[in-house]
């Protein structure tokens, strides 16, 4: 059974950091690119960031840019999204995902994590 799972969310201050992580199992991700979107209250679920297989292809929201950092380490099948000049706006669920293509699409990927609440007070 294919899992990601998502850890490192947390309440922090406006201006401060926090990193998130999520691990995969239950099968090779080899070839699949894996992200983040997130989704805050009644809001609809957003592309936060992506990255390809071989991390040389990487695309951030324009929300984001800037500030937060998406990368991977393969042989440990995981992807890390670190968030700095954290803003109220950036609360909300965030949701690891894997698929076989970059995109900016939710029904592109195949893969979801249960998601990670991040609350940044103001």
């Known amino acids: 059974q294919v899992q990601l799972v998502e850890s490192g969310g947390g309440l922090v201050q406006a201006g401060g950091s926090l990193r998130l992580s999520c691990a995969a199992s239950g099968r090779t991700f080899g070839g699949y690119a894996m992200g983040w979107f997130r989704q805050a209250q009644e809001k609809e679920r957003e592309f936060v960031a992506v990255?390809?297989?071989?991390?040389?292809?990487?695309t951030y929201a324009d929300s984001v840019k800037g500030r937060f950092t998406i990368s991977r380490d393969n042989a440990k099948n995981t992807v890390y999204l670190q968030m700095s000049s954290l803003k109220p706006d950036d609360t909300a669920v965030y949701y690891c995902?894997?698929?076989?293509?970059?995109?900016?699409?939710?029904?592109?990927?195949?893969?979801w994590g249960q998601g990670t609440q991040v609350t940044v007070s103001s």
């Open positions: 995902t894997a698929g076989r293509l970059v995109s900016l699409a939710q029904r592109a990927y195949d893969y």
């Open positions: 990255i390809n297989w071989s991390g040389n292809s990487i």
